[in-house]
C-alpha cells in the first residue's frame, strides 16, 4: 500500500485534510472516525493518522473528489469547538505507530456504486507500515520516460509499479526508452509462442468457424455511407451517464503526438473486435485481460510508427496468447476494425466506452482508463 501526500488545516470549527490519491478508484474511498484516530483507504492508497486533537462525526462532516487533479477533502468538526490542534505540520509524527484496531466506521460515497464493482469481504490490515512520501526533484522527472494517451504521462509507476504488474508486461516503465519496449515485447512474443496451440486450432478449428460466422453489433452498419451509419449507432443510457461524468478538455497535440494517437487507437479497436467475435459479444472476467494483453500500445506502452506495426504487432499477440489462435481470427478482426472506423466516430466512441467499463470494473486495470481510456473517450468525440 503507498501513503499518499497530505496535508492538513484548521479553523477554529473544523480541520480539513487534503489527500493526494491520483488513480484512486473514485467509487472506493473509506473513512474511518474515532476521536483521535483517522483512517483512509482508497486502493492503492493507505492512511493512518494520529491527530493532536479529538474530531467527531456529527452531521456535519464534507467529502469531496476532484477527479481531475486527484485531490480527496474532508472536512470534520473537531470535537471541542475553538480547540487549536498543535502539529499539524509535523507530517511524519501524525503516521500513527501500531496499535489498536478499534474504530469508527464513515464511509463516504464519493462517487455511486456501479454495477460489477467488488465488493471486498476481507476486512482492511489498517496496521500497514506507512512511510512519508518525497517528491521527486524536478531533475529526476525530466529524466523520466513519457506515456499514457498522446505521451503526456511519466512518473505514475514510480509508486504504483507493485500495484501494476498485473497490469502491464512492461517493466520499469518510466526509464524504459521506446526502443527497449519494443525490442523486450518483440522478445516476449517470440517466446510466448507455441507452435502445438496453433497448429491445433488451425486443423481442429470447428469453433473458431463458428466465431467467424458470429455478427457483432457493428455488421449492420454500412461501410461506404459514414453519416448513414452514424444515424444508427445508439447509445443506451448507461453509455450516456458514462459520457455525462467525463470532464470536459482540449489536447493540444503537435504532430508526431497525433499521429500515435491515431495508431494506439488503431490497435486498441483490433484488441476490441477480436474479443468481441471470441466471445460472441459476451464479455467475461478474462475480457479485460484480453483487450490489454492483445493491444502492444496497453500492455507495451508502444508507440507505432505506421499502421504496419499495428497490424504486425496484433496480429503476433493474436497468436501467442488468447485463447483461440487462428490467422482467420487475426484477418477478420482487421476486417472488422475497418467497418467501425469507416462508420464515423459514434462508432468508434461506443467501442472506447465498452472498453472503459471493462477496465473501469476490474481491479487493476481501471487504471489504463486513467492513462488511456478516459483521454481517448473525451478527445475521439472532437476529432477530425
Known sequence: MITPVFELIQDPDFLVLTIRVPYARTSEFDIYIDGEDFKFYAKPYFLRLSLPGRIVEDGREK?????????????????????????????????APKGSRSAKPLVEEVASKTAGDEVEDEEFDWQLEQHVYVESSEEELKGLQKYGFGNARSGVFCRLQEELNDVID???????????????????????????HYLSDLFEDESIQNLLKFQPWWSELSQTHSQQSLSLVMFSEEEKEQ?????????HLDKQSLHHVWLSLVD????????????????NVESSWTIRK??????????YHSLQDVL???????????LYRHFSLVTTAVQD?????QAGKSCILKCLLDIHRIFREN????ILNDLYMTDYCVWIQKAK
Open 63 to 95: 467529502a469531496s473528489f476532484d477527479i481531475d487533479k486527484g485531490i480527496f477533502t474532508l472536512r470534520v468538526a473537531k470535537e471541542i469547538t475553538g480547540q487549536h490542534f498543535e502539529g499539524l505540520q509535523m507530517l511524519t509524527s501524525l503516521l
Open 170 to 196: 512492461l517493466k520499469d516503465p518510466d526509464r524504459a526508452t521506446l526502443p527497449m519496449r519494443r525490442e523486450n515485447r518483440l522478445a516476449s512474443e517470440t517466446s510466448a509462442f507455441s507452435q502445438d
Open 243 to 251: 459520457m455525462r461524468k467525463f470532464t470536459n478538455r482540449s489536447y
Open 268 to 283: 486498441i479497436i483490433l484488441a476490441y473486435t477480436y474479443e468481441v467475435r471470441t466471445t460472441e459479444g459476451e464479455f
Open 294 to 303: 492483445l493491444s502492444g500500445t496497453l500492455s507495451w506502452l508502444e508507440n
Open 312 to 322: 504486425v504487432s496484433f496480429g503476433r499477440r493474436a497468436l501467442c496468447y488468447p
Open 337 to 341: 476494425a475497418a467497418r467501425i472506423f
Open 363 to 366: 481491479d487493476p486495470a481501471y
